[in-house]
């Protein structure tokens, strides 16, 4: 019986800075899916589109309610995913990948940003 040793794949680094929340997770678990390790960085600069009142009132709901993996390859790439608050040493030096189509520039309505949201909650400190 022949064992089968992983080849360790390179992280793709993905800054979050100004970065559609929906639909940079999207591709970064996309991507995790398909076996490659990922790293966010600068993950409390990532920004959710409505209004203050209206993110926070959601948000609130979704913390009762969320469900993190439904089957065993979910699990898996959870834990290929690694988020980071600002930019660690270890990948200051590193190019990070910019998801394009999540720019929020693109957005036409107010949102906010996940450090404002998690102080909203009481989380991240403003």
Request: overall charge positive.
């Given at each position: 019986m022949k064992k089968t040793v992983?080849?360790?794949?390179?992280?793709?680094?993905?800054?979050?800075?100004?970065?559609?929340?929906?639909?940079?997770?999207?591709?970064?678990?996309?991507?995790?899916?398909?076996?490659?390790?990922?790293?966010?960085?600068?993950?409390?600069?990532?920004?959710?589109?409505?209004?203050?009142?209206?993110?926070?009132?959601?948000?609130?709901?979704?913390?009762?309610?969320?469900?993190?993996?439904?089957?065993?390859?979910?699990?898996?790439?959870?834990?290929?995913?690694?988020?980071?608050?600002?930019?660690?040493?270890?990948?200051?030096?590193?190019?990070?990948?910019?998801?394009?189509?999540?720019?929020?520039s693109r957005l036409r309505v107010?949102?906010?940003?996940?450090?404002?949201?998690?102080?909203?909650?009481?989380?991240?400190?403003?």
């Open positions: 992983a080849v360790a794949q390179p992280e793709e680094i993905v800054d979050a800075s100004n970065l559609i929340l929906g639909r940079m997770a999207s591709y970064v678990a996309k991507k995790a899916l398909d076996g490659k390790s990922m790293v966010v960085i600068n993950a409390e600069r990532a920004v959710i589109s409505g209004t203050k009142q209206r993110v926070v009132a959601r948000a609130k709901l979704k913390l009762k309610t969320r469900t993190l993996w439904k089957k065993p390859g979910g699990k898996d790439a959870f834990h290929r995913v690694k988020v980071y608050i600002g930019t660690p040493s270890e990948y200051q030096d590193r190019p990070a990948t910019r998801v394009a189509d999540a720019d929020a107010p949102y906010i940003t996940i450090a404002q949201l998690s102080g909203e909650i009481g989380g991240y400190p403003q």
